[in-house]
């Protein structure tokens, strides 16, 4: 089975300073898929980018990047230029592309304080 | 347009009442998905729905019910439940997949938080 380790249970930045959250995971699928989800106070689960495994190039959107490590098993976020929105618990989850295996898997969560 | 809509977004019930949690998405996505998530937790698969029909059942109790009624459409019935089955509880959804290869992307709901008292 496939699992997700965020070892970061809480990580605080400097507004306008550049923060990376870890995530690992450990499968034996060869093709996956990555995720990293934001969850603010307001509870919504917000999609902030995603990875498919068999792509080498580092998936990034605006201010938000990742660092695909597929052979260490390693997916990082790193957030540019932080801004008070971006405060909200951070998780990192992992899909296997199979046809019924729909399920997400998801890492503990890092909780991101952006300080003024 | 990304939306995932669910009601209601707060919910107090009792032991031995019935509520029903509703989720509708318009994005034409096939495969629609409840969750629940304890305070500092992430959230935990209870069902998934591929096609309207009930793919996944995560060995969630009896007393949690979903129901499918369209493609855009799903509910989850409560009955009889107990104040540790309070949480926050998800809808999410995705596009179908066709031919065993599943679309990946799962869109989420703002969460419906549900008190039994």
């Known amino acids: 089975a496939q699992t997700v380790t965020q070892s970061q249970p809480e990580m605080s930045v400097q507004e306008a300073e550049t923060v990376t959250l870890s995530c690992t995971y450990d499968?034996?699928?060869?093709?996956?898929?990555l995720f990293w989800y934001k969850q603010p106070p307001s509870r919504q689960m917000i999609l902030v980018i995603r990875?498919?495994?068999?792509?080498?190039q580092n998936a990034t959107e605006n201010r938000f990047s990742v660092n695909f490590q597929k052979a260490a098993k390693s997916f990082s976020l790193k957030i540019s230029d932080s801004q008070l929105g971006d405060a909200a618990m951070y998780f990192c989850?992992?899909?296997?592309?199979?046809?019924?295996?729909?399920?997400?898997?998801f890492g503990k969560g890092t909780k991101l304080t952006v300080n003024p | 347009d990304t939306e995932v809509t669910q009601t209601p977004k707060h919910l107090v019930m009792g032991m031995t009442n019935k509520k029903s949690l509703k989720c509708e998405q318009h994005?034409?996505?096939?495969?629609m998905y409840w969750y629940k998530q304890k305070a500092k937790k992430p959230p935990e698969l209870m069902f998934v729905?591929?096609?309207?029909?009930?793919?996944i059942n995560e060995s969630v109790p009896s007393r949690f019910s979903p129901e499918c009624p369209n493609s855009s459409l799903l509910n989850l019935h409560l009955h009889a439940l107990q104040p540790e089955d309070s949480a926050l509880y998800l809808c999410?959804?995705?596009?179908?997949?066709?031919?065993?290869?599943?679309?990946?992307?799962?869109?989420f709901g703002p969460g419906t938080r549900l008190t039994v008292l």
């Open positions: 999410a959804s995705s596009q179908e997949y066709t031919s065993g290869v599943s679309t990946d992307t799962q869109y």
């Open positions: 499968t034996s699928e060869s093709d996956y898929y």
């Open positions: 990875q498919e495994a068999y792509k080498q």
């Open positions: 989850a992992y899909r296997s592309p199979q046809g019924g295996s729909e399920k997400l898997v």
């Open positions: 994005m034409g996505h096939r495969a």
């Open positions: 729905y591929s096609y309207e029909k009930l793919s």
